[in-house]
């Protein structure tokens, strides 16, 4: 099956950028994914990218696709203390299979 | 539309018991996903629907765990007998499959404690 790993933590000061990485073994995804949760909640859609795609920006978030090393990021800029969460990175896969990794507990301190 | 509707939110059971998890998922969504989140393993997919037809159920960990999708309103998830380690929280969540982007929505889970 689909292996989807992620580093458990990170820890960044306010202010500085946060880059979370995933690394995947199924290069057939159509979609890439990253998700936030909060805790007691949920899981939300922050944002994706299309396999054929190298980068995707939208205003704090910046994802980047390394087909090749089968290699996903997030990078977070002015990382702000709500965006303390556990981040995970997902792929569809044959039959829209959704596949999440191990999850990324991103902390913010001051 | 109230998103996606789990209940109940939180579930005490003792061992041996029957617990029953259920989840109303997005109006008009064609996936539907049943998911286990622990910290030991993360989030695991156990088993997902398309069109109320169970497509992958290899991701269900026994044959204590069954799950059902009578129509495209509805599904449970039954663990039969509970044990101590089925405690986690369970998580179900729809989607689109026609969407541009497919996009997943969760419902809050059920935190469920087997003692």
């Known amino acids: 099956g689909e292996d989807v790993e992620q580093s458990l933590f990170l820890s960044v000061r306010e202010g500085d950028s946060s880059v979370i990485n995933c690394t995947y073994t199924?290069?057939?995804?159509?979609?890439l994914y990253w998700y936030k949760q909060e805790p007691g909640a949920g899981l939300q859609l922050l944002t994706y990218?299309?396999?054929?795609?190298d980068m995707k920006q939208d205003q704090r978030l910046t994802v980047l696709l390394n087909k090749k090393d089968k290699h996903l990021s997030l990078r977070i800029a002015d990382t702000q203390t709500g965006d303390s969460a556990i981040y995970f990175c997902?792929?569809?896969?044959?039959?829209?299979?959704?596949?999440f990794g191990t999850g990324t507990q991103l902390k913010v301190e001051l | 539309d109230a998103g996606v509707i789990q209940s109940p939110r939180h579930e005490v059971t003792e061992m041996g018991q029957e617990v029953t998890l259920r989840c109303k998922p997005i109006?008009?969504?064609?996936?539907l996903f049943w998911y286990r989140q622990t910290m030991m393993r993360g989030l695991e997919l156990l088993i997902y629907?398309?069109?109320?037809?169970?497509?992958?159920d290899s991701g269900m960990p026994e044959d204590r765990f069954s799950a059902k999708m009578p129509n495209a309103s509805f599904s449970t998830l039954k663990i039969q007998p509970s044990e101590p380690r089925d405690s986690a929280v369970y998580f179900c969540?729809?989607?689109?499959?026609?969407?541009?982007?497919?996009?997943?929505?969760f419902g809050q889970g059920t935190r469920l404690t087997v003692v």
């Open positions: 997902a792929l569809t896969g044959g039959g829209n299979k959704l596949t």
């Open positions: 990218i299309f396999s054929n795609m």
């Open positions: 969540a729809s989607s689109l499959g026609a969407s541009q982007d497919r996009e997943a929505f």
């Open positions: 109006s008009g969504h064609d996936y």
């Open positions: 629907f398309n069109n109320n037809v169970p497509i992958d």
């Open positions: 199924d290069s057939s995804s159509t979609y």
